[in-house]
């Protein structure tokens, strides 16, 4: 097994001051499988009330609202997660998996991960990707899913900024040149289009010097689960020609993207802003202590600080107006309290 200590930083930059922002974030890790999250903490600058639920898939959803004007806004998650290796997962399926696989399908709820969505759907281009891959039912579905991986991994160049969060896959199959969420729509979009169920997985990856990686490593990580018969849940990673292995950090699963940006939200204003993300995660062969200062590069520092100083302490007269309003409201709920019937 291995332990992980991760620091995620986004930090939102405004050219002119805003007066509020609405956010949600989704960067807690899940606990799962292989996958266990002992802490997650995240901190705000500006401060404010951090709310959480879990969606119907079980993704960790953190949400906030900061009214006040604020000029910049950072949002720093820590966690520290452990991830047991998984089991072995063989070269291929009989051929007969073709047909387990639509029997499962028929008996269970496979059907959003099974329908086009917003930027994992059939297009010309994809449909010719597809002939050009020989992407059809043959053989058994995972060596049509490994040779998936592999070619796409082969015909698209990894290309950081070659295109936008909200872009149609048509862009990079267009340019041959993506970044992991392209790869992974693409991927999906082929998986589908067999009948196979397939997922969008939003993460982390840690970069191990035995795996020759090419995603960033300071930033989240995207990759594809694909369900086979007897297998259940597989992961796989066209950006890198991988399966997802011990090093693949899961924060949230969802049909492609828009379902599990790590954060989305809108803010109250006329301006332009600017977005910055860094990520670190470090590897540890035992837990590391949960108070333990985990190293932070020099250029989060001053940052980090921000949202971890404590709120300041109010002016004495505020105190003093404070305490006064709070005495009012006693005394006013007490002259209305109406007494309750005692039982019988």
Known sequence: MKFYSIRHMTR???DLPINESLMEVRIHPRTDTNQRCFTFSLSVSPRCRVFSYRDFIGNNVHHFNIPGRHGELMIVGRALVELQELADIPDALSPSAWQ????IVSDGDYWEMLLPSKFAKPTPALLKLATEFGAVRRD?????LREINTRLH???AYVPRSTRVDSPIDEALESRA???QDFSHIMIALVRHLGIPCRYVSGYLYHRPTDHVRSTASATHAWVDAFLPRLGWVGFDPTNDLLAHESHIRTALGRDYDDVPPNRGVYRGITSSELRVNVQVTAHDTPPQTDEEWPMPEDWSVHVERTIDPLPLASPIL???QMEQQQQ????SQRMKIPTSSKS
């Not at 058994?140 to 049509?144: A, I, K, N, Q, S």
């Not at 409201?329 to 006013?332: D, G, H, I, P, S």
Request: charged fraction near 30%; include cysteine.
């Open 319 to 321: 105190h003093l107006q």
């Open 154 to 156: 082969d015909a698209i």
């Open 178 to 180: 993506g970044v992991c």
């Open 140 to 144: 058994d579905p995972l060596t049509v």
């Open 329 to 332: 409201l006693r005394t006013k």
């Open 100 to 103: 387990e696989l639509d029997d």
């Open 12 to 14: 939102f930059e405004y």
